[in-house]
Each structure stands twice: as structure tokens, then as C-alpha cells.
């Protein structure tokens, strides 16, 4: 199996490039040759994803959430997964190349860098642990698709005030529809981004003898998460439009990845595993 | 094939002399019993840009003279040049129509409504029994290749008047227009158009406001909508989500501050400002106000450029089903001669089998006759096989159309198939 497993790795990076050229192409492409065929393309390719984190999860007795490497790989599928979710239920098929090229870095940085680990610590074994490190990561996943989005947006509006009909005011679907699927992939990314909290905040003192509520990471994730909380109530409450909320949840995300990138790296932290 | 093609249109005459010879519906009706004296055969296509006959003539020649004659008779036109009327005989005379079905020919490439008019056309002919076997095919392959344009190709896409423009603008701004409001100001042809795309694209609420209050009841009228006194046309700003300028003003007539303030009102909601008037009716100034959409008539002309340049490389796509079409057109028409020649030659050796077994009938039994018949019929069927699939072959796939009527034309005279009596029943009594 460690063979497959091997090939399957190795396989992964080519299999997200092709799906990735197909959505390119297809974008720069006006005469919409591979309309139908990228998305089978997503689809084999999320199939060989799946049947990846499975085998490892059978090989290696644990799910694939004990380095950083494994979990670039479970991004990069939540990111694809998403989105292919969200292609089917809106149809709008003209944006995949952008989304699809964060889930080919992630999977390459992954591929290149995985270890195989047999021994992990018990806590990393632990279902909870599992259940919260994956809806984080689908919560991230979300939260980068809304800020894709929301670049659309941004240079569609750009485009838009300075009269400019190019490639990106032919090919991209209106700012109304971008704007509903950035705020829609907000919405979904801060309900799995709550349930990881309500999960890490009722097991993590249980299975961590140190735990505190003033280390770093909490902190900073609890700061992104009101963030988000408080952009989700302006939109409902005060009918925030377009620019606005598109430039509030870029703004979340810039301070997630930068809250991330500081608590993992700098921060002495028990939220820390590998 | 002996068809003719007869066309004034936008490239070979000036606007002065295709308005004088343009044909209304029931001018049509009225010159069709005219061209039936010279034509077999005919349909009369008519518009603003074009008008064009194509017919079979009476007569095996191949004389156009009779049927411009004839037009001019029930058209009068004095400043007429003979290199106004452009003729089209046989397989040129199918291709031109097939272009024109397709929209290539078009003074605007790709023009829609050119399909619906030479429909119209052949229905009219149809209707006065102007049509036969040969129109039949040929106008219906014609519209065939029409739709497949439409559908096989992007000829027909993308906004080619500024007005239609405008509207896909604004769909790029708002997923869908049934839940937006717009106003139209300008009761003008400009106006109508632009008012009547964005009813087509289904607007939920239309609004007009014009100087002259009627011509905004009229226009309001039409398209199942409101009007707003043009006085009161500033305090209403806010209301709507698109707001369409179309009128004669010499000055601006939304200023910086009129949408400014709309802006305010709709709690930074965005509003899409379209100026096709010439000279302009809004303030430019107001693109740099944050959710606004501003955009006049220079700009809108870049997309109507880009999509006709679109709609000119689609052109050779288009050409390449004209071709496709043709052949099979041309592959139908030559079974036309042959077809008959067959059934006269299976005919003939019909008539002398049943003949030659109407002589033995009573002088054999009946099982010797039925065994007679059955190997009379195997030997006819197997002698006319290898005549009968080469001539359909030659047809079908041969484009040489002479060929196949010098090979009918050697058939018929060798069996001397043109006499119905001859046989060589009375041989054996001679």
C-alpha cells in the first residue's frame, strides 16, 4: 500500500495542473471548448484525492492531520471540494481556474515536502481532534474562496468604472453573482470555522493539561472569528452592498492568514503539534 | 439548375434606390402575379437593406432582363443603373441565398431578423402558389442553414447597437434584471430601443420621463410602463437601479450632485448610469462616486466594435455550413433528373415481362407459371441493379450535374423510354 500511496503523491500535483490548465484554458478561451469536460476533470481528480487520504488513514492509523504537509494536502482538497460543491449549485463555471491554482499550491507544497509517520502522539488519533482540525480547515477553505471572490470582484469593478470590456468583462459573471458567492463562501467557511472553536474550546482543556485560554493562537483566532461575525451581522443588519462587504472580507482574510502565520511561527503555543 | 438571383441591396446600390424598390408585404402579393408571367417558381425577399428575387424561369433561358423589367414595371424608379441589380444564376444564385439566410450578408453581420424575413418570404409564395418541389427544398434548406448558424456559431452574439450594448453592461453589474428598476429618460427612437431591450431582458419595473409628456405616455404605453414628469425626474433618481439617457438636452441634465445624493439615499446601492445621448445628458464626473456605473456613448462603441469584429471571424465558420449545405442541396437536386429515368427504365422492363408471361400464361401449368414469374422477376431485378445503383451514385455524389443528364438523356434514347408504346412488343410480329 506504501506504494500506492507513493505513486498516488506523485500523481496528485499533475492530476490538480491538468484540471487547472483545463479551467485556464477555458477562461481565456471564448469559444468554450472544455465547458463540460473540466469539471469532469475536478471530479476524477477529487476522487483521486479522497481515495488518497483514505488509504492513508488506513495505512498509517490515523487521519491525515499529524504534519504540516498532510494537512496542505486536506486544504487543498477542501478547497477543490468547495468549490466543486459550489459550481454545481450556482453554475457559474467561469471562475475554477483561480480557485483551482490555490488547491495545485497546496497539494505540490505537499507532495514534495509529506512524511510517512506510524508513531504519532495518542491525541493526534483522537476522533474529536480530527472532526476539529478538518472543519478548521474547511473553514479556511471557505474563507479563501470568499477572498478569491472577492479579488474577482475588485478587478471586475475596476474594469467596470473605467469602461474597460476586455477578457475579464467577457468571461467573469456579473459583480452581483461574485458578490453572492464571496459572501456565500464566507457564510459557510464561518459556521465551520464556529464548530471547530465549539470543539477545540469543550475538548481542548480536557486533552491538553496546559491548556489556556490567553495562549496566542485562541487569541487570534477568536479575534478573526468576531471579525467575520461582526461583517456576516453589518450585511444582514445594515444592508451592506458590493465593495463594502467585498473589501471587509478581504480584510478577514489578510488578518486570518496573517494570525496564523504569526501564532504558528512566533508564538510559543500548547495549540502547536508538530 | 436554371435558378436566378436577382438582388438590390447594400452593397451594390445607394440607400435612395433600395428605399424606392422596397416591397411591402402586400406590394409582394400584388407582384407575384406579375412575375409568374416569366417565372415558374419565385420568392420575393423585401427589407429596409435589400430587396431579392429568386425564381425559376418559365423558359430554359437564363434572361434576367424580363424580371427586372417586370419589377421596375410595378416599381417605377427613374435614376436606376444597370450595376444596381446584381445577378446570380444556378449554384451562385443558392449560395447567395444561403448567405443571406445566414446573416454574412448583412449590412450588420449577423443581423437576426433576416431568417424571420426570408421565412416570411417563402411563405408568402407558398401561400400564392408561387412554389414547387425545388423552392420547397431550397428555401427549407436555406433556413436550415440559417439556424445552424445561429446555433453552431457565435455570428449572431454579443451586442452590435449601442443600445443593446447598454444592456449588457448593466447585466455584467446585476445577475438579473427582474428585480431592478430602470428608468428611461427620452422618448426618442433611441430611447424606444433601449426601453424595449430592457423589457425583453425582463426588467421588473419600467419607468419613462420625457420633455413632452405624450411622447412619454405613448412610449410608457407600449411597454407597460410608468412615467415621471421630466420636472421631477432628480428627486426620483434614487428609485432606480438603472437609469438610461437618451435625449436631445444641449446640457447635462443629471449633474454630479443629483447622483451624489441618489447615492446617499439608496445606502450606496449600485446604480448604473448609461448616456447614449449626443451630446451628453450626465455629468461624466459621476463615474468617480463609489457603486456607480457610468458609461456614454464612446465607450459603449468599444463593445458594439468588438463584437462585430467577433461577428466578422465567425464568418468563414459560417461559410464552411453554406458549403455543406450546398452539397447536400445540389446531391437532392441531381437525383431530380435521374429518379424518373430510373422508374421509366424498370417500367419498361416491366411491361415486357409481363408481356412475355402473358403469352405462356395458358399454355403451362400454374406451379410451371409461378416459378416462371419468380425467375423472370430475379432476372429483371438483377439485369437493372448495376443501372440503376450507378445512376443514383453518379447523382448523389457526382457534382457534375451535365453528366448525370447526358447518361439520363443516353438511357432514355437507347430504350426509347420518352414513348410510352414502344416496347418492342410487336417485334416477333414484325
Known sequence: ?????????????????????????????????????????????????????????????????????????????????????????????????????????????????????????????????????????????????????GLLFLVLYKNLKSSRFGLIFNRLPSLEILEKLSFNSLLIGFVLFTIAIIIGITWLPTAFPNFSYSDPKLIGTALVWIIYGAGILSKFLANWYGKKVILFSLTGFILAVLSLILTTTLATTFHSFY | MNLI????????????????????????????????????????????NRTEIFGLPITYSLNTSSIVETLLRYKPVKETKPEFFHKYFSCGAVKHLFKVASGIDSLVIGDSQILGQVKDAFEISEDMGFTGPVFHRLFGTAIKVGKRAIKETAIGEGAVTVSYAAVQVVEKIFSGLDKKSALVIGAGETGELAAINLKDKGISKLTISNRSIERAENLAEKIHGEIIPFQFLNEHLHNFDIIISATSSENFIIN??????????????????????????????????????????????????????????????????????????????????????????????????????????NKISEDDFSKIEDMTRRLIGRILHNPTVKLRELAENGNDIQQVTTKSIILKELFNLNSTNDNGKNIEEK
Open chain 1, 1 to 149: 500500500m506504501t506504494q500506492a500511496l507513493y505513486v498516488i503523491n506523485l500523481l496528485l500535483p499533475f492530476a490538480y495542473l491538468l484540471t487547472f490548465l483545463f479551467y485556464a484554458l477555458d477562461f481565456f478561451n471564448e469559444k468554450n471548448l472544455f465547458t463540460n469536460s473540466k469539471r469532469i476533470f475536478l471530479f476524477i481528480t477529487l476522487l483521486i484525492h479522497i481515495s488518497y487520504l483514505l488509504l492513508r488513514t488506513i495505512e498509517f492509523d490515523h487521519p491525515p492531520i499529524t504534519n504540516k504537509f498532510e494537512i496542505f494536502s486536506i486544504l487543498a482538497f477542501a478547497v477543490s471540494f468547495s468549490y466543486f460543491i459550489l459550481e454545481l449549485l450556482t453554475d457559474v463555471r467561469g471562475t475554477g481556474a483561480f480557485i483551482i491554482l490555490f488547491a495545485l499550491i497546496f497539494q505540490v507544497v505537499s507532495s514534495l515536502f509529506i512524511e510517512n509517520n506510524y508513531i504519532v502522539p495518542d491525541v493526534l488519533r483522537n476522533r474529536l481532534l480530527g472532526l476539529h482540525v478538518i472543519s478548521a480547515l474547511l473553514g479556511y477553505s471557505g474563507i479563501t474562496i470568499s477572498a478569491v471572490y
Open chain 2, 256 to 361: 454630479y450632485a443629483d447622483v451624489a445624493s441618489a447615492v446617499k439615499k439608496r445606502r450606496g446601492a449600485p446604480i448604473v448610469l448609461m448616456d447614449i445621448a449626443v451630446p451628453r445628458d450626465i455629468d461624466p464626473d459621476v463615474r468617480k462616486i463609489d457603486n456607480v456605473f457610468y458609461n456614454d456613448m464612446d465607450s459603449l462603441k468599444i463593445i458594439v466594435d468588438q463584437n462585430l469584429q467577433k461577428r466578422r471571424n465567425e464568418i468563414p465558420v459560417v461559410e464552411k455550413i453554406i458549403m455543406e449545405e450546398m452539397v447536400g442541396f445540389f446531391s437532392w437536386y441531381n437525383t431530380l433528373e435521374v429518379v424518373p429515368t430510373i422508374k421509366s427504365l424498370r417500367n419498361f422492363f416491366d411491361e415486357i415481362r409481363n408481356d412475355e408471361l402473358d403469352k405462356i400464361k
Open chain 2, 5 to 48: 438571383g436577382i438582388t438590390i441591396n447594400h452593397n451594390n446600390s445607394p440607400i435612395e434606390i433600395r428605399e424606392s424598390l422596397h416591397l411591402s408585404r402586400n406590394e409582394i402579393v400584388e407582384f407575384i402575379p406579375l412575375l409568374k408571367q416569366v417565372l415558374s417558381e419565385g420568392v420575393v425577399i423585401s427589407t429596409c
